[in-house]
């Protein structure tokens, strides 16, 4: 009888197969489970981002916002499933899936199977991935946006098929980037460092490729002019996509920032987000895969990988809450580190089976370390770190839970918060009103919010129905009160 091969059995040879489909699966579930519990609320900033999404309307005023891809993804959920957590989170949860695809077809296109697996298994459980990946703000926008333009380059570089699309999937990414603040920076330092290194620079420029980038070029030009003639038209906008008004120039507390958000081992929160935002296993396997990756800066992943890094970290310097632009270059790096420590230890044992499957163990054990200590880190830190947990307003669930959208009352809100409940009703709740001030009266049923409450005066004493509580500090957050009293 034939002996049967370690090759022939069907789970080794689909082997791949089972783990890309594990990963997508847990990653969707991952940041599915942290839109909606994790932390499970809405930061200032995303409150501010419904607030734009609110006046959107299709003149060229309306829509000369920054952002706007974003905002029509918003106002078209807002549209068709009403406004809830999950539809405010639903454009971030999206575009992050979409940008976990195309980073996983970039890893595919420059490592082995086996790193790209652990590679995206770690990148999957890593707080900053999650949090950013849930979050409805622009971080999610800065991650879709280089994932799609390093996969769309890469692709041209090594002459996929089908390079006309590639081409103008780049173009038409590079343009919408464009509604995004400095990504007009990191395109154009891009583009002139493509025509320092040859390779790129014989794909641009090359006659034998110039005609390719004609319906691309053109595309960009024509959407490029699309933004410009809206700048002109709102000098708001230009001001915003240029970004310079939201610089600082206070050098040492952006590094004490920067130092705070990727080295300081003491928790904290910065923008929202408990840090730091890697653990020092990923930042070594990060520091490791830089040296390798600057021994072989001439090829053209290592030079496109530096060229990113550094057009990054130079505008992180003067604004160092844009940690989400140099996410995918950390990631692409941690690959590397983790390919390099790999090849190093089969290096020193090439033909001893017992040591390389000792190396595998040390590997597979490291990573698992990665994965459940991020994985735990991440739900503890925001549910139950108090700096962490204050930051994000968990109202509109509880509102939504003990009302119906057919309900009549007044709803009290502070003008921070007021635009979550103006979205609420021009798309859910059409029977509601929302107000900034008390009325004089109760009137009709009165929902005042934890943080309208000290505009409630002492005649309204008495009229409380009830009240609306959560778990958390700070637990009362809605009173009721009616004209009847109590």
């Known amino acids: ?40 609320g809405l930061s200032q900033a995303e409150i501010n981002m419904v607030n734009t999404t609110n006046h959107l309307n299709f003149s060229i005023e309306g829509i000369a916002v920054t952002n706007l891809p974003f905002h029509l993804l918003q106002l078209l959920f807002f549209k068709l499933f009403g406004v809830s957590l999950l539809t405010i989170k639903a454009p971030a949860v999206i575009l992050s899936i979409a940008s976990s ?37 622009v971080g ?34 590079t343009a919408l980037s464009l509604f995004t603040p400095y990504f007009w920076y990191i395109n154009l330092g891009l ?25 691309p070029f053109s595309i960009l030009f024509v959407m490029g002019c699309g933004i410009s003639f809206l700048c002109y038209k709102s000098h708001v906008l230009f001001y915003n996509l240029i970004g310079i008004n939201g610089l ?34 990923a930042m070594v396997l990060i520091g490791l895969g830089l040296f390798r990756s600057f021994q072989k800066i001439s090829s053209a992943r290592s030079f496109m990988i530096w060229s ?15 940690t989400p632009i140099i996410i995918i270059p950390l990631f692409i790096l941690l690959a590397v580190g983790l390919e ?75 003008r921070e918060e007021s635009p979550i409940y103006e979205a609420l009703k021009k798309h859910s709740y059409h029977q509601i009103s929302i107000i900034h001030t008390a009325p004089a009266n109760v009137g009709q049923t009165l929902y005042v919010s934890h943080t309208a409450k000290s505009q409630v005066p002492k005649s309204y004493q008495g009229h409380v129905s009830s009240i609306l509580v959560n778990d958390h500090k700070d637990g009362d957050r809605f009173y009721i009160y009616t004209s009847d009293r109590k």
Request: hydrophobic share 50%; net charge positive.
């Open 1 to 40: 009888m034939k002996k049967q091969k370690v090759t022939d059995i069907f789970l080794y040879r689909w082997r791949y197969v089972f783990g890309y489909t594990l990963l997508a699966l847990l990653y969707i579930g991952a940041i599915i489970i942290s839109a909606l519990h994790v932390p499970g």
């Open 101 to 137: 695809v195309a980073i996983f077809f970039l890893l595919k296109r420059w490592f082995k199977p086996s790193t790209t697996i652990l590679s995206l298994l770690i990148m999957a459980t890593t707080g900053q991935f999650l949090f950013i990946g849930q979050s409805a703000t």
């Open 140 to 173: 999610i926008l800065y991650i879709f946006y280089t994932a799609l333009t390093l996969l769309f380059a890469t692709l041209i570089l090594q002459k996929a098929q089908n390079a006309s699309i590639w081409r103008i999937s780049l173009a038409i990414t």
């Open 191 to 215: 583009l002139i460092i493509a025509f320092l290194h040859p390779h790129p620079r014989y794909f641009l420029i090359s006659r034998k490729h110039r005609k390719s980038w004609i319906v």
């Open 248 to 281: 600082s120039f206070d050098i040492v507390a952006n590094l004490r920032t920067l130092y705070y958000t990727y080295i300081r081992i003491f928790p904290s929160v910065v923008g929202n987000q408990i840090t730091p935002i890697m653990d020092i296993n």
């Open 308 to 322: 990113w890094l550094i057009l990054a970290l130079a505008l992180l310097i003067f604004q160092p809450s844009l």
């Open 340 to 414: 390099s420590l790999m090849n190093m230890w089969y290096g020193l044992f090439p033909r001893n089976p017992y040591a390389r499957g000792t190396g595998l163990v040390l590997i597979s054990m490291l990573i698992i370390v990665m994965v459940v200590g991020g994985s735990f880190r991440y739900i503890d830190g925001y549910r139950y770190f108090p700096e962490a947990v204050s930051r994000f307003n968990k109202d509109l669930s509880l509102l939504r839970k003990n009302t119906a959208p057919t309900d009549s009352f007044s709803l009290l809100v502070s």
